[in-house]
Each structure stands twice: as structure tokens, then as C-alpha cells.
């Protein structure tokens, strides 16, 4: 039986030790790190829901999101919808409150 030659590539396998050695010092890259699914649609009842369980104004509420006062109450009242990275921080907000306590 003929012996089945493989490719080799030396740059490719230099790649390869760059990125072990990357991950072995904790940086992340596309091929070592799980992404998370993408954001939940946030509905007018759950971004109520996200600031009522903080306990804080609709006002209190936009300054903590860095939203404009009329952007959070559009969400609420299903005017807007959030999205993109509007969408991923209020996932933050709902599973983390405690990250968004404000200090004077």
C-alpha cells in the first residue's frame, strides 16, 4: 500500500504555535472563545421589567444605559425597539443589575 504524502506548510504551522502560545498567556481569538448567541429581541414589557427590577426612574434608567431619556421610554412604550449592542446591554442589565449601581 502507497503511503499517503501530507501537505506541509511550514507557515501554517507557525501560525499554529502563535496561537497556542497566545491562548497559554489567556488571549482570546475567534478560534479559542465561544461567542454567545445574539441578543434576545427585547420587547416594551421586558425592558420595563429589566428597570423595574432595579428599582430606578425611566430617567435614572436611560443614564445608566447612556440612552437619551426619550430613546428608554420608546422602548417601553413600543415605539422603538433597541437593538445591536442597545440589545446586549440590557441582557447585562436583566442577568447583572448590580453592575449598573451608580456611586456619587
Known amino acids: 500500500m502507497k503511503k499517503q ?3 506541509f506548510s511550514g507557515g501554517e504551522l507557525l501560525e499554529a504555535l502563535d496561537e497556542t502560545l497566545a491562548f497559554a498567556q489567556g ?10 448567541p445574539p441578543a434576545q429581541t ?16 425611566q430617567s435614572l ?6 440612552v437619551s431619556q426619550i430613546t428608554a421610554k420608546s422602548w417601553e412604550n413600543g415605539r422603538r425597539q433597541p437593538s445591536g449592542p442597545s440589545l ?6 436583566e442577568a447583572h443589575p448590580h453592575v449598573f449601581t451608580m456611586t456619587k
Open 5 to 7: 504524502e501530507i501537505p
Open 42 to 57: 427585547a420587547t416594551p414589557s421586558r425592558v420595563a421589567n429589566i428597570r423595574m427590577r432595579m428599582n430606578v426612574s
Open 88 to 93: 446586549r446591554l440590557l441582557e447585562i442589565a
Open 27 to 36: 488571549k482570546a481569538t475567534l478560534r479559542t472563545t465561544t461567542l454567545p
Open 61 to 66: 434608567f436611560a443614564k445608566m444605559l447612556n
